[in-house]
């Protein structure tokens, strides 16, 4: 079993920046891949981001691209998303998720953490 646990949402003005962080504990942490996705009032979870177990490969949804990274630290069994230049449609709550396969399709991860809220004001 993987306890993911999410933290670092808040309130930020557009253009602003903040970072994520995920810490997990159970299963070996360094042999999953990770995710962020996100859900915004009233819509479906959107995939973020993801990185491979070993940090060697990213993927991000193309609304994030170039202003969200993704990382992780294994030694600490923690996955970081900075998230730069923020928009108002960026506003959602923030999930991370691990799994085995390498897939960014949200009913193929089994692993998710609480979610925090990230709130952008124009």
């Known amino acids: 079993q993987v306890q993911l646990v999410e933290s670092g949402g808040g309130l930020v003005q557009a253009g602003g920046s903040l970072r994520l962080s995920c810490a997990a504990s159970?299963?070996?942490?360094?042999?999953?891949?990770r995710g962020w996705f996100r859900q915004a009032p009233g819509k479906e979870r959107d995939f973020v981001a993801a990185i491979s177990w070993g940090g060697g490969s990213t993927h991000y949804a193309d609304s994030v691209k170039g202003r969200f990274t993704i990382s992780r630290d294994n030694a600490k069994n923690t996955v970081y998303l900075q998230m730069n230049i923020l928009k108002p449609e960026d506003t959602a709550v923030y999930y991370c998720c691990a799994n085995t396969p390498w897939t960014w399709k949200q009913s193929d991860y089994p692993y998710w953490g609480q979610g925090t809220q990230v709130t952008v004001s124009s």
């Open positions: 159970g299963r070996t942490f360094s042999t999953l891949n």
